[in-house]
């Protein structure tokens, strides 16, 4: 399964991609920096700076800055990756930034419940705009 995540709920998208890899599917997600978080941007920033400030710097957690790596770590976090039936379907889920030669003339899925335009209001930002203000690229 290729989701296409431009313009989804980032949320949303990713229950349907830890569905599938339990059930035993291959998913691949592309273009995840143009996922969409909801909420005012001012609040995304400080909700996801909280999270990569937490821990200590060799000790951890962890949380990635990178558009690819984030959509993953939201997955893992719908999974029971900590089981062994969790952490072979977080083996089975694969981000990639844009779209990579590969997938380029396979069929992509897009969700019709996931759709950034079914929001009540204009306000959501993009995960790339996201990693920025956390000092990703």
Same mark, same amino acid.
């Given at each position: 399964m290729i989701i296409d995540a431009t313009d989804l709920l980032l949320g949303r998208m990713a229950s349907h991609? #830890? =569905?599938a890899a339990l059930l035993g599917q291959q998913v691949d997600?592309?273009?995840c920096e143009r996922a969409v978080i909801s909420g005012r941007a001012k %609040?995304?920033?400080a909700r996801y700076r909280q999270r990569r400030e937490r821990g200590y710097p060799y000790k951890g957690p962890f949380f990635? =800055?990178?558009s690819d790596r984030l959509v993953?770590?939201?997955v893992r976090g719908? /999974?029971?990756?900590k089981k062994e039936k969790g952490s072979s #379907?977080? =083996?089975r889920v694969m981000c990639w930034k844009g779209i990579p030669e590969q997938f380029k003339e396979k069929k992509m899925e897009r969700f019709a419940d996931c759709q950034a %335009? =079914? /929001?009540p209001n204009e306000q959501y930002m993009t995960i790339g705009q996201l990693c920025i203000h956390l000092g990703g690229k």
């Open positions: 991609a #830890a =569905k997600i592309v273009n %609040d995304i920033i990635p =800055k990178q993953r770590r939201t719908m /999974l029971p990756y #379907a977080f =083996k %335009d =079914k /929001l």
